[in-house]
T-cell receptor, first 113, second 116 residues
Framework: SQQGEEDPQALSIQEGENATMNCSYK?????LQWYRQNSGRGLVHLIL?????REKHSGRLRVTLDTSKKSSSLLITASRAADTASYFC?????????????FGEGTQLTVNP | DAGVIQSPRHEVTEMGQEVTLRCKPI?????LFWYRQTMMRGLELLIY????????DSGMPEDRFSAKMPNASFSTLKIQPSEPRDSAVYFC??????????????FGSGTRLTVV
């Protein structure tokens, strides 16, 4: 089963608006990562946040992590049509450290021009 | 670097045939991962290698699937015999660190497999 669960499953917004996607997970983690997947393409790494970090920024992306609630959010500010894609969270679990990332099921974001 | 290179991009084969998917990871990346993506099951890890050695193949669905990494620059995923339920997009990814480290995984563009 997937470690991460994204919410919502699908999100449709207008260009210029902000998009917020959430990810919940079940076990203790070393880090949490967000990836983007454009239709028909591979996943692209966006940002990584470590378990001892609470917030991280990269350009128009802002990621927060609440380890007490086992949740993370990805905020895309001033969205553009080119941001239309699926977004996945992935966790590096403490239990399987030295092993692999476990991906959630993704949020499909549509940004309308 | 050209990134992670997968071939072929698309493969259509008949049930019962052998299918071989290929991957060239980024030079210097010690970890190589094979994932399968379907609408029903999302992204599933099939197997991963560290320094060409298979570490965890618990995700390989059954004995029809096998993977090899004969050297640091090449890996194959083979399905023999193939079945319609194997239809999916297969991704190869590589990373210099387990768990993605600082920079995450780098994914290839995938192989879309259709078994008819």
């Amino acid at each position: 089963s997937q470690q991460g669960e994204e919410d919502p499953q699908a999100l449709s917004i207008q260009e210029g608006e902000n998009a917020t996607m959430n990810c919940s997970y079940k076990t203790s983690i070393n880090n949490l990562q967000w990836y983007r997947q454009n239709s028909g393409r591979g996943l692209v790494h966006l940002i990584l946040i470590r378990s001892n970090e609470r917030e991280k920024h990269s350009g128009r992306l802002r990621v927060t992590l609440d380890t007490s609630k086992k949740s993370s959010s990805l905020l895309i500010t001033a969205s553009r049509a080119a941001d239309t894609a699926s977004y996945f969270c992935a966790t590096d679990e403490e239990e399987t450290s030295g092993s692999r990332l476990t991906f959630g099921e993704g949020t499909q974001l549509t940004v309308n021009p | 670097d050209a990134g992670v290179i997968q071939s072929p991009r698309h493969e259509v084969t008949e049930m019962g045939q052998e299918v071989t998917l290929r991957c060239k990871p980024i030079s210097g990346h010690d970890y190589l991962f094979w994932y399968r993506q379907t609408m029903m099951r999302g992204l599933e890890l099939l197997i991963y290698f560290n320094n060409n050695v298979p570490i965890d193949d618990s995700g390989m669905p059954e004995d029809r699937f096998s993977a090899k990494m004969p050297n640091a620059s090449f890996s194959t995923l083979k399905i023999q015999p193939s079945e319609p339920r194997d239809s999916a997009v297969y991704f190869c990814a590589s990373s210099p660190w387990t768990g993605g480290g600082y920079y995450g995984y780098t994914f290839g563009s995938g192989t879309r497999l259709t078994v008819v």
